[in-house]
């Protein structure tokens, strides 16, 4: 005599499941995937970091020292020096010595010379705290504003990596985010059209996805990017950057909105539907585009991180973004040869650290979300 | 079939000429013409032109007509003589430069795109068929990391891990004593043995979409009622994995396929630029960099032309695979 329940899980059952919206159901099964919960997290605080760039790096992007350059990455250690200025995080100065021969230059850190870090120091460098007001505290910064502080070394031109990758988060983070907004609109109308209406609209619409997808895209942006022209200002080259990112950008997304469409418009609720007389639109808009929702999802957190990449491949290769503009593209045009790369490790690891921890993130949280966004179907394990 | 074969090889040289028309935009996008800059870089040198040499080379790229002219004169020398146009950068023809190029590239890019395919296929039925388990949560993780890291920086790392632990310098197709060699089966299997590293950075970045796909699909297809009768009648494991469910799984596998070609071309030209490979790669961005621009625009056509057949494979591998494909482009259906 068994009663019957439909697909819901046998353990939400005599719960509330039949009550709750599908967002609440969709975030209950989300928090399931424990790996795709941390990527939200630290999605969440490299979008802070990017936000609040301005209070954590401890120097101003373009900043430079011309008396350190190549510095490799600096300890940080809690010790009391006993002159007075207490317990509390110290970093080294360094005495250098130049080989005569090759001109590298050898730092050796002077252990008598310490520099106190203090938190929300005054840095020297004033910044608009969000536009709000005008300040030079950090979050934080060298007691001594000149003191060498460099946590994870300097470019050659003793420029503090740390705190040009914090600022490129905002230049890196943002690219991806605009350009998926521009796709998605793209590809979800052109993808639902295309499936709906099937016919010519369907036959175009394919010719011209098809069109953009076989043009290899890193060749096509390149020699996009390369018409660019250099006298543009930064802002201007931004843009035209994230427009060239998502014209080439949202097929993927088009293709996977039409199969959907394509599956779900003879389902028996869609054909209910448009019997009972709704227009194609409202069967569009309240009965397919709901349906797509995983999809949708999963293709965008997946969109992302792969305009980052793309900006980031095309920033290294000197066709992207330009200096003074500072994105962790930018940044690893330094790690541009071999050579560089054997000198000074950082310039490679340092950038392409933060790189890989936005996109693993991003794309953990895609696939949490995909298993999650559609919380009726599928066996929950 | 052989209606859907010809429908899709129609619609595919339709791709083709309007691929030919956006490269033809990319080479017209720098300011000024090509005999113009042509001028120029002989000014540079110290030498100068003679109007009658300007002349015929305004006349040969139909400089003076309107752009359709101008582009019907580039498609017919390619079509007829298979002239691309002029290189000034390498002061040959860009067919010499592109001929010269093209093989390796097709090699690597096909030995990635292989590579590409077993992986993906192999790790996405295995991590689909042991959901959850610890060998799926590794290989996820290892597609993801594959997803997520930039090819450069992968060919950047390896570079370096080859130099700081094993001293050796990467870079170049053959090593230093097969580079003028003649072809021998010790040349071929050192060119193997240089390829297979680039090549499998080059599938790192293709591989975890497929993956994920597979593995989504699969999945789908192994809760279906179909699966569990044909368990219920004891059938092996293996066998009904491999007859039912991974042959429902596998249209969408097909049709991805073929759009791994262009993403397996993108990290040709990158990795190959890093590692200095003698690709297209390099030269593509060299020609890029210094508006060499027949030379750019015909090596993005034939990439173009390549996807496009690679798709068209594709597809029809789809067609033959699955019977209502054919039906549903030939109009069958309602």
């Known amino acids: 005599m068994t009663t019957i329940e439909g697909p819901i899980p046998e353990e939400d059952r005599g719960k509330d499941t039949g009550q709750k919206s599908s967002a609440s159901l969709t975030w209950r099964r989300f928090k399931r995937h424990k790996l795709a919960l941390v990527s939200l997290w630290i999605i969440v605080g490299v979008y802070l970091i990017a936000i609040f760039a301005d209070v954590i790096a401890p120097r101003p992007a373009g900043d430079y020292n011309p008396d350190y350059p190549l510095i490799p990455p600096q300890s940080v250690t809690i010790t009391d020096p006993g002159d007075g200025r207490g317990m509390g995080f110290y970093v080294h100065g360094y005495t250098q010595e130049i080989d005569e021969v090759s001109w590298n230059r050898y730092y050796t850190e002077d252990p008598d010379e310490l520099h106190k870090v203090e938190f929300f120091a005054s840095s020297g460098h004033d910044y608009q705290f969000l536009g709000l007001f005008t300040t030079d505290r950090k979050l934080f910064a060298p007691e001594d504003a000149d003191a060498p502080f460099f946590l994870l070394g300097s470019d050659s031109n003793g420029r503090d990596i740390f705190s040009r990758v914090i600022y490129g988060t905002q230049v890196s983070m943002s690219i991806g985010l605009i350009g998926v907004v521009l796709s998605l609109v793209i590809g979800i109308a052109l993808g639902a059209a295309a499936g709906f209406f099937r016919g010519v609209v369907d036959t175009v619409i394919q010719r011209i996805t098809e069109l953009f997808m076989s043009l290899p895209s890193i060749p096509l942006w390149m020699a996009l990017a390369a018409a660019i022209p250099r006298e543009w200002g930064p802002l201007t080259i931004y843009f035209a950057i994230t427009v060239l990112l998502s014209l080439i950008g949202w097929t993927s997304l088009a293709r996977e909105v039409r199969g959907r469409v394509l599956t779900l418009r003879s389902e028996d609720y869609v054909v209910a539907a448009r019997l009972d007389g709704a227009s194609r639109f409202r069967v569009i808009r309240r009965h397919i585009l709901p349906g797509l929702t995983s999809h949708i999802i999963a293709s965008v957190t997946l969109a992302v991180p792969a305009m980052i990449l793309a900006e980031t491949s095309l920033s290294f290769l000197g066709l992207g973004l330009q200096p003074p503009v500072v994105s962790w593209g930018v940044l690893l045009q330094e790690a541009q040869n071999i050579r560089s790369v054997i000198t000074a490790p950082w310039l490679l690891i340092v950038p392409s650290t933060a790189v890989v921890i936005a996109t693993l993130s991003l794309n953990f949280l895609g696939d949490g979300l995909r298993d999650a966004a559609d919380p009726y179907g599928g066996a929950v394990k | 079939m052989l209606q859907y074969t010809i429908r899709r090889l129609g619609w595919s040289l339709l791709t083709i000429w309007l691929i030919s028309i956006v490269c033809f935009f990319i080479i017209q996008a720098p300011p000024g013409d090509f005999v113009s800059v042509l001028i120029a870089?002989?000014?540079?040198?110290?030498?100068?032109?003679?109007?009658?040499?300007?002349?015929?080379?305004?006349?040969?790229?139909?400089?003076?007509?309107?752009?359709?002219?101008?582009?019907?004169?580039?498609?017919?020398?390619?079509?007829?003589?298979?002239?691309?146009?002029?290189?000034?950068?390498?002061?040959?023809?860009?067919?010499?430069?592109?001929?010269?190029?093209?093989?390796?590239?097709?090699?690597?890019?096909?030995?990635?795109?292989?590579?590409?395919?077993?992986?993906?296929?192999?790790?996405?039925?295995?991590?689909?068929?042991?959901?959850?388990?610890?060998?799926?949560?590794?290989?996820?993780?290892?597609?993801?990391?594959?997803?997520?890291?930039?090819?450069?920086?992968?060919?950047?790392?390896?570079?370096?891990?080859?130099?700081?632990?094993?001293?050796?310098?990467?870079?170049?197709?053959?090593?230093?004593?097969?580079?003028?060699?003649?072809?021998?089966?010790?040349?071929?299997?050192?060119?193997?043995?240089?390829?297979?590293?680039?090549?499998?950075?080059?599938?790192?970045?293709?591989t975890a979409g497929l993956i994920r796909i597979t593995r989504a699909n699969l999945s789908d297809e192994l809760v279906q009622p179909y699966v569990v009768a044909a368990r219920a009648r004891g059938q092996r494991e293996n066998v009904l994995l491999l007859r039912y469910p991974v042959r429902a799984a596998m249209n969408p596998f097909i049709s991805t396929v073929g759009y791994a070609i262009p993403s397996v071309i993108s990290g040709e030209v990158i990795v190959s630029s890093v590692l200095s490979l003698p690709t297209t790669g390099p030269v593509l961005l060299g020609a890029l960099r210094n508006q060499d621009m027949y030379l750019a625009g015909s090596f993005l056509l034939i990439l173009g032309v390549l996807t496009v057949i690679g798709t068209v494979i594709s597809d029809l591998l789809l067609a033959w695979a699955d019977p209502r494909v054919r039906r549903q482009h030939s109009g069958a259906t309602e």
């Not at chain 2, 040198?45 to 002349?55: P, T, V």
């Not at chain 2, 017919?76 to 860009?94: K, Q």
């Not at chain 2, 090593?175 to 193997?192: F, G, I, K, Q, T």
């Open chain 2, 41 to 206: 870089q002989a000014e540079e040198d110290g030498r100068r032109l003679s109007a009658a040499q300007i002349d015929v080379l305004r006349e040969r790229y139909a400089l003076d007509q309107p752009w359709y002219a101008q582009y019907f004169t580039w498609i017919w020398g390619i079509l007829t003589e298979f002239d691309f146009g002029y290189s000034f950068r390498w002061n040959r023809p860009a067919t010499d430069v592109i001929m010269e190029y093209l093989p390796f590239t097709i090699l690597l890019a096909g030995g990635a795109m292989i590579l590409t395919w077993f992986i993906a296929f192999a790790i996405g039925i295995y991590t689909a068929v042991k959901r959850y388990s610890a060998g799926d949560y590794f290989f996820t993780f290892l597609g993801f990391i594959g997803l997520s890291v930039p090819n450069f920086v992968l060919a950047l790392v390896f570079m370096y891990i080859a130099f700081a632990f094993f001293g050796m310098t990467v870079g170049g197709l053959f090593s230093p004593e097969y580079v003028e060699a003649d072809w021998s089966v010790a040349r071929v299997l050192d060119l193997v043995q240089n390829l297979a590293v680039p090549a499998l950075i080059i599938a790192t970045a293709g």
